[in-house]
Structures are given as C-alpha cells and as structure tokens.
C-alpha cells in the first residue's frame, strides 16, 4: 500500500507566477485536503475535493484552487503568487469520514521570491 | 484562520524525563488528535480522542480528552532522543467531513 505522494518537494516561483502542486492519494482513499503550514506554524486548511468536487474550504482567496482526478489524485494551484504564499504545502488523504485513515504527505516547500 | 492554543511552545528535556503539553479552544471539538512532525516530513497521526473523557494510550504516549471537550493534553514518558520533533495538536468540531484545526505546535528537544 503506497502512501501519499506529493510534488515537487521544492520550488522557487517569483512573485506574480503561478504555480501548479501535484499530489497522489493512498490507495483506496477518495477525498483529498490540501493544508498550508507557514513557519512556525500548525498546518491550515486551504480545500477538500471528493468525487472531483470541493467540499468545503478555508480562509483562503480564489487565486487558490484545486483539481481532483478520476484516480483521486489531485492538484493545487495557487495564481499572482505573493511573498506570504511561501510555505510548506501539504496534502492529505482520506476515506471519507474516516479521520483515523487521515494520511499526510511530506509536502512541497514553495518559496515567492 | 483559526488555531487552537497549544503550550508550552518549546521544551527542553533530559532522556529519560516525563513531558506534557496541551492544547485549548474556544469552541467545543467532537474529535483531538495528536500529531508528530519531523523535519522535511508531514504530521503523523500518533492518537485520536473520541468522546469527552476519553483516555488513550499508544505506548508511551497517553492523551485525554477534556470533559468539556475544550481541550486535551498529551503526555510521553520517560522521553528518548528518538521523541524529538513538533507535536499538534488538532480539533474537528463535528464529525466526519469537517476539516481539522491545527494548534501551533510544541517543539521537543531532548538532551542525552
């Protein structure tokens, strides 16, 4: 059983670009939940997808939006970024409902220079 | 957003020590768990809290579950060099799709 893989682990992007983070579910989970955790920090729910849909979402403006795949994979994209979009990203998957099979990936750091 | 208030911050503790930490809310939680963090890694869940009262242990870890379902607190005993990292604490107010409320974390170090 293969846990939960995000991409890339690092990357710089310049302020006003866009960018695109890409994650894959555990096998068997159905719902994606993308987190940004700044430094210092605890982790801070940005969205959920299921079923290709989100399904609820943060404190976080529209330049913030996701995808989710027929394979449940899913992607964040974040457009304009700004400095403050410099963080740690990080994507979680689950079965719906089931908040023991929550299963976090390693994150990508993103750095706006 | 909203984060949960968790303390100490940081600690420093010899091997061998017992540790203890906390996290409180304004608002009532259905669900706490409790999350480990090592560098370059993503939380791992290390207990999860159900019901208000509840008391659970994995190992050396115990955590419970504030009766008024406004807190919680975990404890490790007789610490090793191996228990470093950030633990979080984490709420869900209702059950199910919810998502989780983070605190902000309590860095462990711990002297040999």
């Known amino acids: 059983e293969t846990g939960v893989t995000q991409s890339p682990t690092h990357l710089i992007k310049t302020r006003g670009q866009q960018v695109t983070l890409r994650c894959s579910s555990q096998?068997?989970?159905?719902?994606v939940s993308w987190y940004q955790q700044a430094l210092g920090q605890g982790p801070q729910f940005i969205f959920q997808?299921?079923?290709?849909?989100?399904?609820g979402r943060g404190n976080f403006p529209p330049r913030f939006s996701g995808l989710q795949f027929p394979n449940y994979s899913s992607e964040l994209n974040v457009n304009a970024l700004e400095l403050d979009d410099s963080a740690l990203y990080l994507c979680?998957?689950?079965?719906?409902?089931?908040?023991?099979?929550?299963?976090f990936g390693s994150g990508t750091r993103l750095t706006v220079v | 957003g909203q984060q949960l208030n968790q303390s100490p911050q940081s600690m420093f503790i010899q091997e061998g020590e017992d540790v203890s930490m906390n996290c409180t809310s304004s608002s009532i939680f259905n669900t706490w768990l409790w999350y480990k963090q090592e560098p370059g890694e993503g939380p791992v869940l290390l207990i999860a809290?159900?019901?208000?009262?509840e008391l659970t242990s994995n190992g050396r870890l115990t955590a419970q579950f504030g009766i008024t379902r406004k807190d919680s607190f975990l404890n490790i005993s007789a610490s090793i060099p191996s228990d470093v990292g950030i633990y979080f604490c984490?709420?869900?107010?209702?059950?199910?799709?919810?998502?989780?409320?983070f605190g902000k974390g309590t860095r462990l170090s711990v002297i040999a």
């Open positions: 997808y299921y079923r290709e849909e989100e399904n």
């Open positions: 096998s068997g989970h159905n719902t």
């Open positions: 809290l159900y019901k208000a009262g």
């Open positions: 984490a709420g869900q107010s209702q059950s199910g799709n919810t998502p989780l409320v």
């Open positions: 979680a998957s689950s079965f719906l409902g089931e908040l023991q099979g929550y299963t």
